[in-house]
């Protein structure tokens, strides 16, 4: 039995559960994709090797 699951493997999923792990929690982190990252990959770009694209959301109701 795990003490937490962890739906997704994006950079504040891992960093989740690094966390809770050193907080002497077991962790069990669940991942549709066959590597960890999330929505947060780098592909290749026509001459422009691994570029970063991911999802940034910065505030949902930040006044402009």
Do not use: Q, R
């Amino acid at each position: 039995m795990k003490d937490v699951i962890i739906i997704g493997s994006s950079p504040l999923a891992i960093t989740e559960a690094v966390f809770l792990k050193g907080n002497n929690k077991s962790v069990l982190n669940l991942d549709d994709k066959p590597v960890p990252g999330g929505a947060w990959i780098t592909v290749d770009y026509k001459e422009i090797p691994k570029v970063e694209i991911g999802c940034h959301i910065w505030s949902y109701n930040k006044p402009a």
